[in-house]
């Protein structure tokens, strides 16, 4: 008798995990055709303004020739408890 409760309960929850799945698919199935729809029936541009370039003194340029000082290096700072 104890396994047949088991049984059950796995359909109903495979049949239940299925419903689920099939719902959700169905549903992003049917936004993406309206959004495609709204998409064609909207041909209008954009009503945002240009974007302005960034100041000059906010730009921050990157140097690849200098490298980094070895004595600064995080490997340098490693310290051993000696008094275990």
Do not use: C
């Amino acid at each position: 008798m104890q396994n047949n409760r088991w049984i059950g309960f796995l359909l109903l929850g495979t049949a239940l995990f299925f419903g689920a799945a099939f719902v959700t698919l169905r549903a992003a199935e049917q936004a993406g055709r309206h959004a495609a729809a709204a998409a064609t029936k909207t041909n209008t541009t954009p009503s945002h303004p240009p974007l302005s370039a960034p100041e000059e003194s906010a730009t921050i340029t990157d140097d690849p020739t200098t490298a980094p000082d070895p004595s600064q290096s995080a490997d340098n700072n490693v310290s051993f408890p000696t008094d275990i």
